[in-house]
């Protein structure tokens, strides 16, 4: 097996044997053949006072090749080595893989390695970590030389000790700025004190401020060894150390110009999750994980760095989390190997904020705190949406859309990709498929629908003079440019490009709002732009250039690929020496991107802004949205993240394939963006790559139905995959799944709320409700949605039941049956649920002491949000429940009329409804005019005990007020219901309930009523049913108004 693909300097002799034999090969091992020149010895004591030279080179090595060794170089005119150990410095062969430095070829043996003086260990790994790897002398670090308290923390400055020269010069003095930012957050960041470094800008993500003071309460203890400067970070409330830089084994502290390392320790089974994007388990391996943050255009390999980079991981120990965000934009590698976590990166500083949590979800609030919290969607865009590259033609489109009219499919969102543009150029119509005119009138339709247009537009501007964007883009000067100053060129669809500079946030950002408002005058109000190949991708490697005249579109995928295998030898030159692992294979840095010496009108260079496009993008495309319409929230979505573009996009996993494994991938897809602060992720639904299969296809709608962000979507090679397609298979089962989504909607929509104030993911995985059960750690195959459902989905092909793991020790319900799946106190915690393929609907489960509200689906959110609302509620051991709701209008910005609503039972008896604010849920309600509805008719309860005997008659109960206002009381009994209201309301019911004995205030049933397990007034339409083998209760036909507090009291006798 081979590790390395760059060819050996020079061929190779045995340098090994004696000294005769390398007085005999002519020249000493250190010294290159065609050396002539005597060069003075290089100032470094432990060089200068060497005695006898000990070879630390090989046959052809350079200078280069002799630090990258960590070695001394002098030429001589004497047969003894040029490049040679240093003095008192103790070489050895790492065991750590994540110390090894590569110094082979493709195709080494074990010979010719220690030919070369290297090290051979040829185990295999997952990490590329090299067969053939330099022998390496122990790292010194620094010492702190000085400490100077602050308001609110210390700053210490650090001097070299004896260097590290791993793969560069040592930065001789650092500083190091601890600051005590809040009581949960910690940050420590590492720089150069004698001159300015890159850091990430604050334009793309701002920096955060100390809120307490150095002596204030906190959940941390921040405590650092001088010689070498190692520092740790520990929670106070348990003890545990959450960073500890003291790594046995690893370098201290590494800080070169293009390198710069660090460790930690985390325990040897540790269970961390992040380091993203890639397409992977949930849970990384803690002792053989490599994870690369660069961002590349890659059809999702497992595995490999793709769209996105999120240098961000939260780790579970002991039931407790924490949480580590390394704030860096440039190319990394974060290795995990046993009881250590590694940090690699090739520019910028070490910039880490620790989060002590100490649960889960107050880490990723913690972390949202500083990176953004996540924006919140407009509630259309929680809907259906319907895409694939290839509708040919305006014809096609418009017949999908009446398609999923006719067969009854709820749709929100209709896509449309580059098939829309002329010769694919940005901003344009191809007037002959896609008449401007026909796109203006179906936006037009979708609209009186209540749905929306989304028109995929990348950043690649042609380069075309004529053509408006590229002529006002040149005159603006809007475009990256070359260290000579020309727009640098790269090449997507439309032939020779442009890319838009969009870390100029004054030019591009105008010139960028100016091209998105003009497709809003165009086409219609109603159209949201989806923002792609935005890492950015190129065609090419790095520069790209084409003889000859114009720049031609191209026409297929085919074209694409023969300029995205251009041999690597054409990429651009880089003085970078280590490697990160891109592509899986150390692949040059601009593979598929552009340029990395590229440059922006702030003068960085995008080496060290690279992985910012895609997120500077979204909040340009953001930016511009709310200024074309300030009242109207932005719809926008982003191949290409960094941490805090949750604020202004949502995110899809990229090019995924039609295959079960890229299904079950999709949900550590969504649960990883969910920690990253972009809770509104989703997959392509069937599969983008490739030909989707029926099953395959059923089975994803069902669970896609459930992603936060829900499309259909393939590419234009693939056959079609709508639901419709398989009209006795996947028609009627997505129908099912789509009439679920959408009957939750309250529930989405209240999720996303959370999300936003609080960065809660919408999806979360077992640990965080339950993180003392350790078989939830370990768990991507099922996931929570909200605090309350447990998703069990099938992933198999052929399978007919699903083994669902039920985590904690509480009793689980069938959302839809109502029937208990898992009782309370089970030892064996694993239930077969029904999953054949004609099952109507994907497992779900609602944990005991939740309640979820539903709504009556229609085909589309705003249909849905019409009509009143349900409680579904879970009763936990002692009768408890709570729930929550949030409305307001579901488009604008900014809004005070809002209902935050939230109910709670208590001891099996009582729900009451509060909304907090009275005022504003009656203004919001007037406001809506009958868009949302106002009303809760039904009540589930599951849980009831029915094991006593029913008293024979129903003890009365007072009637209980809540401001001036009474409502209703229900009583329950074994088997028979007891409804008990105000007198004015008895004296209206009394000829409705002609079976009710009125008791002053309260109605009872007559003794002959006492065994009737259900009933309904045909007057009222109040009716209850009781199921005594489910232990659960039905009340319809209630008329309990959504935006006022009330309560219903019932007892069991």
Not at 154 to 176: P, S, Y
Not at 833 to 852: E, F, R, T, W, Y
């Amino acid at each position: 097996m081979t590790k390395r693909t760059t060819a050996p300097r020079a061929p190779l002799v045995l340098l090994a044997a004696t000294a005769l034999a390398i007085l005999a090969a002519g020249a000493p091992s250190g010294i290159p053949s065609n050396s002539s020149q005597i060069a003075p010895l290089a100032v470094d004591d432990m060089c200068s006072n060497v005695q006898t030279r000990k070879d630390c080179g090989y046959l052809g090595v350079d200078k280069d090749g002799c630090d990258q060794r960590q070695c001394c170089w002098a030429e001589s005119k004497d047969p003894i080595p040029w490049c040679f150990q240093k003095e008192n410095k103790e070489y050895a062969c790492s065991t750590d893989m994540a110390a090894r430095r590569d110094r082979g070829f493709l195709g080494i043996t074990d010979q010719q390695c220690r030919e070369r003086n290297c090290c051979w260990d040829s185990t295999p790994n997952k990490l590329n970590a090299p067969y053939c790897f330099i022998q390496q002398h122990a790292c010194q670090g620094y010492q702190v030389k000085a400490a100077q308290g602050t308001a609110n923390g210390v700053n210490l400055d650090l001097e070299l000790l004896g260097g590290c020269a791993r793969f560069g010069k040592d930065i001789a003095r650092l500083t190091v700025n601890v600051d005590f930012e809040t009581e949960s957050r910690i940050r420590v960041k590492i720089t150069d004190k004698d001159k300015q470094r890159y850091e990430v800008p604050k334009e793309a993500l701002p920096s955060t401020e100390s809120t307490i003071r150095r002596g204030e309460k906190r959940g941390y203890e921040f405590k650092y060894a001088k010689n070498p400067f190692t520092f740790s970070i520990k929670r106070i409330s348990d003890g545990e150390v959450l960073f500890d830089s003291a790594v046995a084994g690893m370098d201290s502290l590494v800080f070169e110009d293009e390198y710069l390392e660090i460790s930690s320790v985390v325990p040897a089974d540790a269970n961390i999750y992040g380091l993203g994007e890639v397409v992977s388990s949930f849970r990384r391996d803690p002792g053989n994980t490599r994870r690369t943050m660069w961002a590349r255009d890659a059809p999702t390999p497992v595995d490999q760095n793709l769209y996105g980079s999120h240098p961000f991981h939260l780790e579970m120990r002991k039931g407790a989390a924490h949480g580590v965000f390394l704030r860096n934009s440039n190319g990394m590698d974060v290795i995990l190997t046993p009881k250590k976590v590694t940090y690699k990166t090739i520019g910028g500083i070490l910039d880490f904020t620790v989060f002590v949590g100490p649960k889960p979800e107050e880490v990723i609030n913690q972390y949202t705190e500083v990176i953004g919290r996540p924006h919140m969607p407009p509630a259309w865009a929680l809907g259906w949406h319907q895409s694939r590259y290839g509708y040919k033609t305006i014809d096609a489109v418009e017949a999908t859309v009446q398609r999923y009219k006719k067969e009854g499919l709820p749709l929100d969102g209709m896509w449309i990709d580059i098939d829309y543009m002329d010769r694919f150029r940005d901003f344009t119509y191809d007037e002959a498929r896609f008449p401007q005119s026909r796109m203006k009138a179906l936006a037009a339709n979708l609209a009186s629908s209540n749905q929306s247009m989304v028109l995929i537009i990348d950043p690649g501007i042609p380069i075309a003079p004529g053509y408006e964007p590229y002529d006002s883009g040149m005159r603006d000067g809007v475009f990256i440019k070359t260290l000579q100053g020309q727009p640098i060129e790269g090449r997507v669809w439309p032939g020779q490009t442009y890319f838009p500079d969009f870390m100029n946030t004054k030019e591009t950002w105008a010139y960028w709002e100016r091209q998105l408002k003009k497709t809003r005058d165009d086409i219609g109000a109603n159209v949201y732009p989806w923002i792609d190949m935005n890492e950015p991708s190129n065609f090419c490697n790095g520069p790209c250039t084409k003889d000859g005249a114009s720049a031609s579109a191209l026409d297929d995928a085919s074209e694409k690929q023969k300029f995205a295998k251009r041999d690597v030898a054409a990429s651009a030159s880089t003085s970078i020496k280590y490697s990160i692992n891109n592509a899986g294979r150390q692949a040059p840095l601009d593979e598929k991107t552009l340029a990395t010496n590229a440059v922006s009108k702030n003068g960085m260079l995008l080496t060290d802004t690279h992985n910012l496009y895609g997120h500077m993008e979204s909040a340009a495309t953001h930016d511009a949205l709310l200024n074309i319409d300030p009242n109207t929230r932005p719809f926008i979505l982003t191949r290409s993240s960094f941490p805090g573009t949750g604020a202004y996009a949502a995110h899809w996993t990229g090019d995924n394939w039609s295959q079960w494994e890229h299904l079950k991938y999709s949900i550590s897809g969504v649960l990883s963006f969910g920690l990253f602060g972009m809770p509104f992720t989703g997959s392509d639904i069937c599969g983008f790559n490739g030909n989707a299969q029926e099953e395959l296809c059923l089975r994803w709608h069902q669970l896609g139905a459930l992603y936060p962000f829900a499309r259909n979507h393939n590419d234009i090679k693939g056959s079609d995959q709508e639901p419709y397609v398989w009209p006795n298979t996947v028609l009627p089962a997505a129908k099912k799944a789509l009439e679920i989504r959408y009957s939750l909607m309250p529930y989405f929509y209240s999720l996303f709320e959370q999300a936003h104030k609080t960065g809660k993911p919408v999806w979360q995985p077992l640990f965080f409700q339950y993180p003392q059960d350790a078989q939830a750690l370990k768990i991507d195959s099922q996931f929570l949605l909200g605090d309350g459902i447990l998703v069990s989905p099938s992933l198999t092909a052929g399978e007919v039941q699903v083994k669902a793991y039920f985590p904690g020790n509480g009793r689980w319900f069938d959302l839809w049956t109502h029937e208990v799946v898992m009782e309370a106190g089970a030892s064996n915690r694993y239930a077969s649920l029904k999953a054949n393929a004609q099952s109507d609907s994907i497992p779900m489960s609602l944990a005991g002491g939740h309640m979820v509200p539903i709504q009556k689906p229609g085909l589309t959110v705003a249909e849905t949000r019409a009509n009143p609302v349900s409680l579904v509620i879970a009763l936990d051991g002692s009768g408890a429940a709570k729930g929550e709701m949030f409305v307001d209008d579901g488009k604008s910005v900014k809004t005070d009329n809002q209902a935050h609503i939230t109910f709670a039972m208590t001891a099996g008896q009582k729900l009451v409804s509060n909304v907090t604010s009275a005022v504003q849920a009656q203004q919001l309600k007037a406001g809506l005019g009958g868009k949302h509805g106002d009303r809760i008719e039904k009540i589930v309860v599951m849980g009831l005990n029915f094991g006593k005997a029913a008293s024979a008659e129903p003890k009365n109960v007072k009637v209980s007020k809540r401001g001036d206002k009474v409502r209703d009381i229900v009583h329950v009994s074994k088997g028979h219901v007891t409804v008990s209201t105000t007198a004015a309301a008895a004296a209206a019911k009394v000829s409705k309930f002609s079976s009710l004995n009125i008791n002053g205030v309260e109605m009872a049933f007559g003794a002959s009523n006492l065994d009737r397990s259900k009933g309904q007034d045909p007057a009222s339409g109040l009716a209850w049913e009781v199921n005594q083998e489910k232990g659960s209760l039905t009340l319809t036909g209630l008329q309990m108004n959504l935006f006022e507090s009330w309560f219903i009291n019932w007892k069991m006798e």
